[in-house]
Nanobody
Framework: QVQLVESGGGLVQAGGSLRLSCAAS????????MGWFRQAPGKEREFVAV????????LYADSVKGRFTISRDNAKKTVYLQMNSLKAEDTAVYYC??????????????????WGQGTQVTVSS
């Protein structure tokens, strides 16, 4: 497993923006698929976005499409989640995840074997 450390969460008003970062360990970061998930109180962890290795193809949940952007900097071993036009329903703990086995990732938490500790995002309406 790799170590993942998220940062950038906080409190923001509806309509505002935040950028989350996730720094990873591991020598072959560029071969990992990196995902973001979120979990609101009383709800299951849900998929937000993934960026695959090599092609850097991205996939988004319908609820964030057009508002969120996932990107990666392989030299810095960091993945980002730019969140714009935030809504109250985006409030959750956001988790970074890594699929180091296939580099494809997916929309299920079981597609990933490494997780960060999470960072809180609170959007006030």
């Amino acid at each position: 497993q790799v170590q993942l450390v998220e940062s950038g969460g906080g409190l923001v008003q509806a309509g505002g923006s935040l950028r989350l970062s996730c720094a990873a360990s591991g020598r072959t970061f560029s071969t990992y698929a990196m995902g973001w998930f979120r979990q609101a109180p009383g709800k299951e962890r849900e998929f937000v976005a993934v960026i695959r290795w090599r092609t850097e193809r991205t996939l988004y949940a319908d609820s964030v499409k057009g508002r969120f952007t996932i990107s990666r900097d392989n030299a810095k071993k960091t993945v980002y989640l730019q969140m714009n036009s935030l809504k109250a329903e985006d409030t959750a703990v956001y988790y970074c995840s890594a699929d180091t086995r296939s580099g494809i990732g997916g929309t299920s938490p079981t597609d990933y074997e490494s997780w960060g500790q999470g960072t809180q995002v609170t959007v006030s309406s």
